[in-house]
């Protein structure tokens, strides 16, 4: 039996931080329910990839294992659907802008006159209070206001965002955490809670050596491109004969050895370079040794140098390389889902891996309403009543 079996999630959300989140729960089995706006769903569903029948790669990948249905919030038959939901569910998920689920009379504080005991979930760009709250925000601008792009780069390049969506990411995981958190303290007390997660609160909570350097030293950092000049050297991305290679060291420990792999010996104890605080002071010659070092040698070169050497070091991987990596097809990290919409493609496999009660991909993610009248039904509703709903255009 999955670890969630019996868990049911009624999920508002759309785009990618919610569907991200409530997709981890899923995984590990719970009823995730998924409503969508009728006649057009999750806005997700539009973008790229499409298929050239129009369904999205992108929707699918954020919304496995879960059902779908469509329901018209505007209206009160829909809006009373979605409490008769909610009444037997464990947690509600949502990520709209702030004040949109009161609008709509799916509140947290409407939701709990039906189940005193709900979890309630929100997940928005700057939390459900404070100055900037009433803001919306995607990953992007969220990426510009708590300081990540202005930390990313070289110093004499312009602020850049991180590649992937990592606002959506980390904040989904932070919510999932917290609807695990939260369902576990209801077990023990039979109590719900609200859990309110922002994206700029979630970027902002890994900025760590910033803002202790801020705090400790009035000291703002700056972008260091793909070296740690003012904490540790060597450590850094560094051209070789045909790409690029990763190697460093994360303290003085190993020094030793890596001037081995560089077959220079006497660096160990060179007045310049002996000790990292000496190397991150006469970066600028040191880099030149590595700049010269690096390349002169193949990527396959540098594994074999470093790894004989007990040093950590990576190949630069592009896409290509990382869906024909071994490793990761061992690992279940590249699935093959046979989803609804999109048909049959390479999923990224869940990185959480129980040894007990691991995920399980049961299914692809859910056409608009695909499961309305399963989940209607399982509700008690007639076939009779589900048509009339069909005909007002509720669902």
């Not at 989904?172 to 809670?193: C, D, H, P, S, W």
């Not at 000049?229 to 190993?254: H, I, T």
Request: proline share 5%; hydrophobic share 40%.
């Amino acid at each position: 039996m999955a670890v969630l079996d019996g868990v049911t999630v009624i999920d508002f959300t759309q785009a990618y931080s919610g569907p991200f989140s409530t997709m981890q729960l899923a995984d590990f089995g719970a009823n995730v329910i998924k409503i969508e706006r009728r006649g057009y769903g999750d806005q997700s569903r539009e973008w790229e990839p499409l298929t050239e029948s129009g369904e999205s790669g992108y929707f699918a990948a954020g919304n496995r294992n879960k059902r779908g249905i469509a329901l018209d919030l505007s209206k009160e038959e829909g809006v009373e659907l979605a409490k008769a939901l909610i009444q037997n569910a464990d947690i509600v998920v949502e990520n709209f802008k702030v004040g949109t689920m009161e609008k709509l009379g799916l509140g947290y504080e409407e939701v709990k006159k039906i189940n005193p005991n709900i979890i309630y979930a929100s997940l928005s760009g700057y939390g459900q209070y404070g100055p900037l709250s009433h803001l919306a925000a995607y990953d992007n601008i969220i990426q510009s206001m708590c300081g990540i792009q202005y930390a990313t780069g070289f110093p004499d390049g312009i602020p850049t965002k991180v590649g992937p969506s990592i606002g959506d990411n980390l904040t989904g995981l932070n919510l999932a955490f917290g609807m695990i958190v939260a369902y576990y303290n209801r077990l023990k007390t039979g109590e719900g809670q609200r859990i309110d997660v922002a994206m700029f609160d979630a970027l902002f909570g890994i900025l760590e050596p910033a803002i202790i350097c801020k705090s400790m030293y009035n000291i703002d950092t700056v972008r260091v491109g793909n070296e740690e000049p003012g904490a540790l050297v060597p450590y850094g991305v560094y051209p070789c004969k045909d790409g690029y290679f990763s190697a460093g060291l994360a303290s003085d420990a190993g020094w030793d050895r890596f001037c081995v792999a560089m077959g220079m010996p006497e660096l160990e104890n060179d007045p310049k370079y002996a000790t990292n605080a000496l190397r991150c002071q006469n970066l600028n010659e040191f880099r030149e040794i590595l700049l010269e070092f690096f390349g002169a040698h193949t990527k396959e070169e540098l594994a074999e140098i470093f790894t004989a050497n007990n040093i950590p070091n990576a190949p630069l991987r592009n896409m290509e390389d990382l869906v024909n990596l071994p490793h990761l097809q061992e690992r279940d990290m590249l699935i093959p889902i046979n989803d609804n919409c999109v048909g049959e493609y390479i999923a990224i496999g869940n990185p959480m891996h129980l040894s007990d009660t691991p995920p399980e991909y049961k299914y692809g993610s859910p056409r608009i309403g695909q499961h309305t009248d399963e989940v209607l039904a399982e509700m008690g509703i007639s076939k009779e009543a589900i048509a009339e709903l069909y005909a007002n255009e509720v669902i």
